[in-house]
């Protein structure tokens, strides 16, 4: 069965530094990836997937990630952190031949001045 | 833009009573789906729904049923409420499966958040 882990439940930046929240998957065939973003009171929100082709994906608000197959991993980044971007982080894993979508457990974002 | 609607933004309900959760999308998908969200388990598929009338378990379908009677209408039901299904119940839908820009992005409600006294 497809499985999601984010290893980190927080983390806690201060603002302007760099951000990488991180992103397991256990799927047998090639995975679609994506990460979705919930600010506080917020439906979620997607920031980016990747389906094939370049591993480093670009997405929304200056976020980006990079998929390693080797590492079944799907790290997110963002070179700055503004205090905006504080909010819960979900890793999802689907794929071409299911129809179901699985979600990791989330990460909360803290930012401080 | 698409929408996904869920009838009711909270509720509170008693133990045993049954519960009927509504969602509506307007954009012709053929997926859609149920999660729980809950803090620290972060969402947790109930159902989903490849078609009309067409359904499968998630990883917790355990208290809970479903009906999509309509393409555009994925209801969630739980037969006797109790107390630790208490948690907030978001619905997302997709368009069919297959590649594309669109294909395989979810979309979600607003999500309702269900008390269970």
């Known amino acids: 069965a497809q499985s999601v882990t984010q290893p980190d439940i927080h983390i806690t930046v201060s603002e302007g530094a760099s951000l990488e929240l991180r992103c397991n998957y256990s799927?047998?065939?090639?995975?679609?990836l994506f990460w979705y973003v919930q600010s506080p009171g917020q439906g979620l929100q997607l920031l980016l997937k990747?389906?094939?082709?370049?591993?480093l994906v670009q997405g929304i608000k200056g976020f980006e990630a990079e998929f390693k197959r080797s590492q079944s991993s799907f790290n997110l980044r963002k070179p700055s952190v503004h205090w905006s971007d504080a909010a819960e982080y979900f890793c999802a894993v689907g794929a071409q031949e299911r129809s179901d979508m699985r979600f990791g457990a989330g990460t909360r974002l803290t930012v401080k001045p | 833009d698409v929408k996904v609607t869920q009838s009711s933004r909270y509720l509170v309900k008693r133990t045993g009573e049954k519960v009927f959760l509504e969602c509506v999308q307007d954009?012709?998908?053929?997926?859609m789906f149920w999660y729980r969200q809950d803090p620290g388990l972060g969402l947790r598929l109930i159902y989903f729904?490849?078609?009309?009338?067409?359904?499968e378990k998630g990883d917790i379908p355990e208290g809970y049923s479903v009906s999509r009677e309509k393409k555009e209408r994925f209801s969630l039901i739980l037969e006797s409420a109790s107390t630790n299904q208490t948690s907030m119940y978001l619905c997302?839908?997709?368009?069919?499966?297959?590649?594309?820009?669109?294909?395989?992005?979810?979309?979600f409600g607003a999500g309702s958040r269900l008390t269970v006294l």
């Open positions: 990747y389906f094939s082709g370049d591993t």
């Open positions: 729904s490849y078609d009309v009338k067409m359904k």
């Open positions: 997302a839908s997709r368009p069919y499966l297959g590649q594309g820009s669109g294909a395989n992005v979810l979309t």
């Open positions: 799927y047998g065939a090639t995975p679609y």
């Open positions: 954009m012709d998908h053929e997926n």
